[in-house]
């Protein structure tokens, strides 16, 4: 589970960057031997920071949108933009539904 979180930073590090796609390699984020570990982030950092960047993806598409209705951006970038903004928020909902799930099975367990 940890590791798919790494995953996710790697992700969204990579797209901050301004990599056009995430490869195969950088999608599975596992430390080498000797390698240097940056300093490990909350749950509730990674969660934050997530929410933030879907936040401003969803805000990039919008605004895409609008250039292109005023004349100043093509079909391309829109789909471009709309397509990533729905990738987002597609992911932040599972993620957020697999939280609740677990959260509810954490209050059902008998103590």
Do not use: C, H, W
Not at 13 to 24: K, M
Not at 83 to 98: C, G, H, N, V
């Amino acid at each position: 589970m940890i590791d798919a979180i790494q995953s996710i930073g790697a992700f969204l590090a990579t797209r901050e960057t301004g990599a056009a796609e995430l490869t195969a390699s950088t999608a599975v984020a596992t430390p080498q031997a000797g390698a240097v570990l940056p300093q490990s982030q909350s749950f509730a950092e990674v969660f934050g920071n997530m929410t933030t960047d879907v936040i401003r993806s969803m805000k990039s598409a919008e605004g895409v949108s609008l250039q292109a209705i005023r004349g100043e951006a093509d079909t391309r970038e829109v789909v471009d933009a709309v397509m990533t903004a729905e990738q987002s928020l597609q992911t932040a909902i599972a993620i957020r539904d697999k939280v609740v799930t677990a959260y509810l099975e954490i209050a059902r367990m008998q103590i």
